[in-house]
């Protein structure tokens, strides 16, 4: 059984950062791309971030370039979401999810999600 685990997501002011962590665990995911996912309220999931499970390309939502930072620890199958300078317009559920292949920026070609994180930016 697959599992994806969020943490790190809490109340930051304007400015701000905050690392998001996902560990993943039950099974080897050496070949499996990993994302971050945001869905605030009232709106649809959207692609924040990806990166695949060894090397390759790195991509980015035009809205966090320049401010997010994803990256992977995958001696501890973790795949980590660094937010500095943050703004109220990124107040959203963080969701991470894992898909066999690179990664893609549409939620519905991800096989597995974790159960999100709450990220909220006070003005």
């Known amino acids: 059984q697959v599992q994806l685990v969020e943490s790190g997501g809490k109340l930051v002011q304007t400015g701000g950062s905050l690392r998001l962590s996902c560990a993943a665990s039950g099974r080897t995911f050496s070949s499996y791309a990993m994302a971050w996912f945001r869905q605030a309220s009232g709106k649809e999931r959207e692609f924040v971030a990806g990166i695949p499970w060894s090397s390759g390309p790195i991509g980015y939502a035009d809205s966090v370039k320049g401010r997010f930072t994803i990256s992977r620890d995958s001696a501890k199958n973790t795949v980590y979401l660094q937010m500095n300078s943050l703004k109220p317009e990124d107040t959203a559920v963080y969701y991470c999810?894992?898909?066999?292949?690179?990664?893609?920026?549409?939620?519905?070609?991800?096989?597995?999600w974790g159960q999100g994180t709450q990220v909220t930016v006070s003005s």
């Open positions: 999810a894992a898909r066999g292949g690179a990664w893609l920026s549409r939620p519905q070609y991800y096989d597995y």
